[in-house]
């Protein structure tokens, strides 16, 4: 597929008209969402509450935020110290993608496999892996006015649960989430199924690698939710960010037509929207409801020229 590098504003998941905005401006205040310890994230109606979580759509890359921080100030794994511990606790980032053998699995902004430890509890959501076991296994902590970028991974599955040293420790449907010190690049999973108890975490809190009954595409069929305000259309599969992405948002009740036609390969939306092969919003057309990992899985691979959000 082509590739090119443009930037674009970061676009966020509140229910709110953005506009896109050039490589110099600055991005729009994302709105905050609620993260009550060990309860589920969500977005209130009255816009940014301090001292909040902020839950953005996409990656950190593609909402531009700064080098060596959030994930990015740990990118070969093990413990974060010193001054990259403040920074990694600015922002984390959970993206549906694939590892080793594992298919789905949540990864890091740096790529880094996510994992779940079977004697944590997810009802009520509990961390019980302190002191040595979480030098081998950092849990992936926020600082609680932080940001979390979601790509693959539905809001409802994201949360927080206060961990006894008092930090605010990420949770995928429920369960506790961690890295494992030993993984050092992308695509490591040395922490699969160590002791019996640790599997990398798919994107609905589940273990990888693990049969569970199918995996349906979530961004098709079912129940059609509520209109996405911006989406991101990256030209790699799994929200890669090794290649160019660009962002559209809403701008009036029309159709919209993408900078760079024919060249997404996923999508990663807060909401429903309707895609066309044709500018203008003409041609085949489909809904989706919500990120597409693999815009493949639906013929629509390197083929999205235009979308309308309502």
């Not at 310890?37 to 816009?47: I, K, L, V």
């Not at 989430?177 to 599997?199: C, E, H, I, N, S």
């Not at 159709?255 to 909401?271: D, E, F, T, Y």
């Amino acid at each position: 597929m082509r590739k090119y590098l443009v930037p674009f504003a970061a676009l966020m998941a509140a229910g709110v008209a953005l506009t896109a905005c050039s490589s110099t401006s600055e991005a729009p205040a994302p709105a905050r969402a609620s993260a009550p310890a060990g309860g589920e994230a969500t977005e209130p109606s009255n816009g940014a509450v301090g001292g909040d979580l902020a839950l953005l759509s996409g990656t950190a890359k593609s909402n531009r935020s700064e080098a060596n921080s959030g994930d990015w100030a740990v990118p070969n794994g093990g413990l974060a110290v010193g001054a990259a511990r403040q920074s990694s606790q600015r922002w984390v980032q959970l993206t549906a993608s694939r590892a080793g053998d594992l298919n789905p699995v949540v990864v890091n902004g740096a790529g880094l496999t996510l994992y779940r430890f079977d004697k944590d509890s997810n009802n009520p959501p509990t961390s019980n892996c302190n002191g040595e076991c979480a030098q081998t296994w950092p849990p992936v902590t926020v600082a609680s006015n932080g940001k979390i970028f979601i790509a693959g991974v539905k809001k409802s599955a994201v949360g927080t649960v206060r961990r006894a040293d008092g930090a605010l420790q990420i949770t995928i449907g429920g369960w506790p989430v961690y890295r494992f010190a030993k993984d050092t690049k992308r695509g490591d999973t040395l922490g699969q199924g160590v002791g019996g108890t640790w599997f990398g975490v798919t994107p609905t809190g589940g273990k990888a690698g693990a049969p569970e009954g199918g995996q349906d595409n979530p961004g098709t069929g079912g129940v059609t939710a509520p209109p996405a305000t911006s989406a991101v259309f990256f030209d790699d599969a799994n929200f890669s960010d090794n290649g160019a992405s660009q962002g559209v948002a809403v701008a009036g009740d029309g159709c919209q037509n993408l900078a760079r036609p024919g060249v997404a390969s996923s999508v990663a939306a807060p909401g429903s929207l309707k895609i066309w092969v044709g500018p203008d919003c003409t041609g085949r057309s489909q809904v989706i409801n919500g990120d597409i990992a693999d815009l493949a899985t639906i013929d629509f691979d390197n083929a999205i020229a235009s979308v309308r959000f309502s």
